[in-house]
Antibody
Framework: EVQLVESGGGLIQPGGSLRLSCVAS????????MTWVRQAPGKGLEWVSV???????YYADSVKGRFTISRDNSKNTLYLQMNSLRVEDTAVYYC??????????WGQGTLVTVSS | QSALTQPASVSGSPGQSITISCTGT?????????VSWYQQHPGKAPKLMIY???NRPSGVSNRFSGSKSGNTASLTISGLQAEDEADYYC??????????FGTGTKVTVL
């Protein structure tokens, strides 16, 4: 059974850093495109980043240069390293299997709150 | 990287059909057949309903269908049911290799 479980969210001050994890089971992360999507409280979905199976990465302009997507093949885990966090980064962060055009499995999300 | 434009809300009675539009540009919706639609119930993760403009994943009801004309994509829900009440988002690949969601549409079953 395919499952994605995010963790690492929490309360962090502006300017701080946080690393989100997404542990996958039932499939191999490195063989798939993997995506991060976020949703600010009461707002719509926002695409954040994608990592291709070949390792190429792409980011939304709003996070480029501050966030880094990566994976650990030995742990079958996807990561999102978030630096220089801003209040506007407050959101539930979801990981998903696949590119956004066909993201077929999603995690339950982890809440990141950036506030002083 | 502006969000694609969707109507804020659409409503219909049980059994009726409704259509949600998703308008972009030639750099996203109009330029690629990589338009998808997601359903999201409150407090839940999004669910893929349509991919590559008009394809349904296994397990998704055939009451959901997608299409595209020019820079506008559409999701049609036929035979509207109470369980279809949710938020719906379109998404598209873009010419800058990023992806973009629509603004979202709240579907209400009257």
């Amino acid at each position: 059974e395919v499952q994605l479980v995010e963790s690492g969210g929490g309360l962090i001050q502006p300017g701080g850093s946080l690393r989100l994890s997404c542990v996958a089971s039932g499939f191999t992360v490195s063989s798939n495109y993997m995506t991060w999507v976020r949703q600010a409280p009461g707002k719509g979905l926002e695409w954040v980043s994608v990592i291709y199976s070949g390792g190429s990465t792409y980011y939304a302009d709003s996070v480029k240069g501050r966030f880094t997507i990566s994976r650990d093949n030995s742990k079958n885990t996807l990561y999102l390293q978030m630096n220089s966090l801003r209040v506007e980064d407050t959101a539930v962060y979801y990981c998903a299997r696949g590119d956004l055009e066909k993201a077929d499995y999603w995690g339950q999300g982890t809440l990141v709150t950036v506030s002083s | 990287q502006s969000a694609l434009t969707q109507p804020a809300s659409v409503s219909g009675s049980p059994g009726q059909s409704i259509t949600i539009s998703c308008t972009g540009t030639s750099s996203d919706v109009g330029g690629y057949n990589y338009v998808s639609w997601y359903q999201q119930h409150p407090g839940k993760a999004p669910k893929l309903m349509i991919y590559e403009v008009s394809n349904r994943p296994s397990g998704v009801s055939n009451r959901f269908s997608g299409s595209k004309s020019g820079n506008t994509a559409s999701l049609t829900i036929s035979g509207l049911q109470a369980e279809d009440e949710a938020d719906y988002y379109c998404s598209s690949y873009t010419s800058s290799s990023t992806r973009v969601f629509g603004t979202g549409t709240k579907v209400t079953v009257l």
